[in-house]
């Protein structure tokens, strides 16, 4: 099982006279338990430990070029919170096409 606490803060500006929307994300996450196992060749078997908590923040922004059409585009970065070493990082770019 996972838990999660988080928070959205989302404005609403004009750019050039169209709308655009950024927003900031903060998330904290904490994995109780689990275990996820992988096997190679049939033969062995490695298992992952789940228990683990972590938090990522997230920015991003979407600009509508037309009432159906707009682009976003977003970077997220998550890091442990305990002795568990994870570290990420991520980017989107996209089109949105409405119909």
């Known amino acids: 099982m996972t838990a999660r606490l988080g928070a959205r803060l989302k404005g609403s500006f004009k750019a050039g006279g169209l709308p655009l929307e950024p927003?900031?994300?903060v998330?904290?996450?904490h994995a109780f338990e689990g275990t996820d196992t992988v096997t190679f060749a049939n033969?062995?078997?490695i298992?992952?430990?789940q228990k683990s908590s972590w938090a990522d923040v997230g920015i991003g922004?979407?600009?509508k070029l037309a009432p159906s059409v707009g682009v976003y585009?977003?970077?997220d970065y998550s890091s442990n919170?305990?002795?568990n070493q994870q570290r990420?990082?991520?980017s989107t770019l996209g089109i949105r096409v409405s119909w």
């Open 47 to 49: 298992d992952t430990k």
């Open 43 to 45: 033969t062995t078997d």
């Open 23 to 25: 927003w900031l994300r």
């Open 81 to 83: 919170l305990d002795a």
């Open 27 to 29: 998330n904290v996450w």
């Open 73 to 75: 585009a977003n970077v």
């Open 61 to 63: 922004a979407t600009l």
């Open 88 to 90: 990420a990082m991520a």
